[in-house]
């Protein structure tokens, strides 16, 4: 479904297709800005790719990646697929828990821990790096971890083909131009950040305001000197108190169903006059495998928003299908609850190395989320699914 066989491909085609253009807008706490074209991306990932190569990291390898949201991670992330290695990354919570999927991949750790150390390292490298062997699609690129049911630590295998195919489905279902603006305020640990936000981005050849702010009221205040059209953040974000700023410059807000509620959505609703577009939103799914329609009006936002207290995720992406089964794995009737399951090009390779959780995860080729839901049919007989309980 992509033009690209991996994302150093995606990258350099940007890269000639949009030369100085700006790609990473990086916005401090105190409004500081650093600009990232899609032409020194590329340059400093194969400079990057060169310091890997030096410290023995070679195609296939695993690298850890500790993500803040700065341009020296995206470097990091870029300079590690360019090369042909994997990104391994760490979420908050694992390490809050004393689990590091580092260790669990037996990942190398080879970029220094401080950002401001990442650019007088790799200014001693060439910005030529010579590609040595090529990714294909198929090819794992990424490795999330995540705690299981259990509490147990379990590490999601991406692909380029996972994530490219992921991005252009954002990307298509959000109407993305090159003229659009985004930022981003999720985490570059999370998958609906790196993945549902700057890679969607790269895919498109439009920039993307990196924010790093610690509240909202100040990611408010970014976002209306900046002009940003989409915004990508988290529930736990739009829900602090201090939300008293005018907002007028967004088309829409993005945001993952984790912790999301109809209350929440109606209140940005009334307060901005912006509508919150949810997703659902899973590793094992790449990113977002759903996301609400911008193409409705705001009637009929509400209606569906409004609908019976569930969290109305939206319609699938074109890079997946979603059904509702029951425990026996049989689909189930509108406003029936059951559970949220998922096939398609996005759906992750696998566990690392856990076969049998693998295999757990799978029934009759899909993937099951663990989570209950429902869908029901809006007038036109588009499927709208929802989440239940």
Known sequence: MVPYPSIRSLLDSQMRWHGDKPFIIELDSKGNRSVLSFNRLFNKSSQGANFLKSAGISFGDHVAINPQNTIQTLIQFFSTWM????????????????QSVHQFSEAEKVFPDEQREMEPLLSQYSEDYQLERKSKLDDEVMIVGKLDRNGELIAVTLTHYNILVNSMAIADWLKLETGSLLTCDIPLSEVSGIVGCIMSALYTGCPVLLSQVDNSEKLFDQIQQ???????????????????????????IV?????????????????????????????????????????????????????NHDICIGTPLRSNELDIHNSRGKPLSEGEIGEIVIRGHNVMKGYLNAEKATQKVFKNGWLRTGENGIFRQAEDGEKLYYISG
């Open 83 to 98: 090369i042909g290695a994997t990104a391994v990354i760490n979420q908050k919570e694992l390490i809050i828990a004393n």
């Open 226 to 252: 900046n002009e940003g059209h989409i915004i990508f953040t988290e529930a736990k974000r739009l829900s602090q108190p201090k939300l008293n700023k005018d907002l007028t410059h967004p088309r829409f």
């Open 255 to 307: 945001c993952p169903h984790q912790n999301l509620t109809q209350e929440l959505i109606l209140r940005i609703y009334d307060k901005f006059e912006i509508q919150v577009i949810p997703g659902f939103c899973r590793p094992e799914a790449t990113s977002f495998s759903t996301l609400f329609p911008i193409y409705y009006s705001d009637e009929e936002f509400k209606k569906f928003i409004m609908n």
